[in-house]
């Protein structure tokens, strides 16, 4: 394999731009939505920790796939890559069969325990349809997995960019002009997601001309494959669980300290967050590629160079990206908050914003470390660091800050500020030391 820092560029630029439109379009659906009132606002926000399970599986089973295929490619083992490929979207099959009527069925209880309230109603519309979905979205993202493990990151974008432009021209259609209300927001997913997957389906079986080839006829069982993905996958599945679970918990304490509004600001601030964190988030993506190939390759001085330049040139952009947010935060809010039923919203918005920026520098040593864990099939290490991040630390400190030191909503936000900053200074520590044995053993 060539230069890491070249490959990491030459991987990230492209996902970045696509997950840029991505979160564009989830700011923008949060704009539409926002139109319907904050009540609708916040019935998305009581969906969403169920929308993140349904996410960790895709995205989990996506970095297992990805981790696999990238090893085996840098150990020049095409057919194992192909075998590997084949294997995952037998993943995306089992998953969807097993899981999508149950969480249609169980949308509306669920939502109403989590403390919907009044909102209950809007939220199981909501959610139903987004997880009759459930089958694309895993698709989806083990087709993206696939692209980006063989290093063709610009053909992801390509279709992820086209996907984020489609929902952000039907919502508006949906949601107003059709009269759906929030269900519109829901179908304009799948409408976009059924587009994505066509494509991806044209080049995989009809056009096949990507280096991964996906043939059914020769498909093998492979227990240790299925243990490859998994041991990845698993771990990056239930990191995205416990994610839900921290949604579940912050939005407890929200409601318990300020209210259904409270969530209603949170789920429009979080959108704009992750907006923001996205070129970090997407330079992991391909350390993953990255890092998977030079550990098959036995090249692990590679491994160390990918982490130091992925954590350096994420923490540039961090800098850049959390000035520019809270400089701008009034102006951000002021979107959210248009209509007259959620006007009242637009001080917290914007007070949450300035608060939040201020873990963006920690978040790259923390997902690139998670990250080079994931290439190099330690599943479980990124997972036990997650553990500490969300269960520990931000949910430890968001507690401590919101409820018992008497802060309210205020403090949960400085809760996870210090929680995320403490969990990526830990979580790169352990990622050095990993990587000096990974050498010194080698």
């Known amino acids: 394999m060539g230069d890491p820092k070249k490959a990491i560029i030459k991987l990230s630029g492209p996902m970045i731009a696509a997950m840029l439109l991505m979160s564009t379009y989830n700011i923008v659906n949060a704009i539409w939505v926002a139109g319907l009132g904050s009540d609708a606002l916040a019935a998305v926000g009581f969906v969403t920790p169920l929308f993140m399970i349904l996410m960790g599986l895709s995205n989990g089973l996506g970095a297992g796939v990805a981790s696999l295929i990238s090893r085996r490619i840098g150990a020049n083992d095409k057919a194992g890559a192909d075998n ?5 979207l037998l993943f995306v099959v089992i998953l969807s069969a097993v899981f999508t009527v149950p969480l249609m069925l169980l949308t509306g209880p669920i939502v109403t325990l989590f403390g919907a309230g009044e909102t209950a109603g809007l939220a199981t519309q909501y959610g139903q349809i987004v997880f009759l979905g459930m089958v694309l979205l895993l698709f989806t993202n083990i087709a993206y997995a696939i692209l980006r493990a063989e290093g063709d990151a610009k053909r992801a974008m390509y279709v992820m960019g086209a996907s984020s432009i489609l929902n952000i021209i039907l919502d508006p259609v949906l949601i107003y002009g059709a009269g759906m209300g929030i269900a519109g927001a829901a179908w304009g997913m799948i409408v976009s997601l059924l587009m994505t997957s066509s494509v991806l389906l044209f080049w995989f079986f009809v056009r096949r ?3 991964v080839t996906i043939a059914w006829r020769e498909f093998s069982y ?10 990845v996958g698993l771990p990056a599945s239930v990191e995205f669980f416990l994610m839900s679970i921290l949604a579940i918990f912050i939005n407890g304490l929200l409601v318990a300290t300020a209210g259904t509004d409270a969530v209603a600001v949170y789920t429009a601030g979080w959108r704009v967050v992750f907006f923001a964190i996205i070129p970090m988030v997407a330079i992991s993506t391909a350390v993953i590629s990255v890092a998977g190939a030079a550990f098959g390759a036995r090249k692990f001085e590679k491994i160390r160079t990918t982490h ?7 923490i540039a952009i961090a800098l850049v990206v959390s000035a520019l947010t809270y400089i ?18 637009a001080p917290d918005i914007a007070a949450f914003l300035a608060i939040m920026c201020l873990f ?24 036990i660091m997650t553990v500490f991040r969300n269960l520990v630390f931000i949910a430890v400190f968001a507690y401590l800050f919101g409820i018992v030191l008497g802060f309210g909503e205020h403090g949960v936000w400085w809760g996870i ?20 044995r990974l050498i010194a053993t080698g």
Do not use: C, E, N
């Open 84 to 88: 590997a490929a084949v294997h995952g």
């Open 209 to 211: 001309d990507t280096y």
């Open 222 to 231: 492979d227990k240790k494959t299925v243990r490859d993905i998994l041991g």
């Open 308 to 314: 130091t330049f992925s954590v350096t040139f994420g």
């Open 328 to 345: 701008f935060a009034r102006q951000i809010a002021v979107i959210f908050t248009y209509s007259a039923d959620s006007a009242h919203l």
């Open 360 to 383: 963006y520098p920690f978040i790259p040593p923390g997902v690139m470390s998670g990250s080079i864990f994931q290439a190099t099939g330690r599943g479980v290490s990124s997972l």
């Open 417 to 436: 500020v210090a929680g995320d900053i403490l969990g990526g200074t830990v979580a790169f520590i352990w990622a050095r030391y990993y990587i000096s």
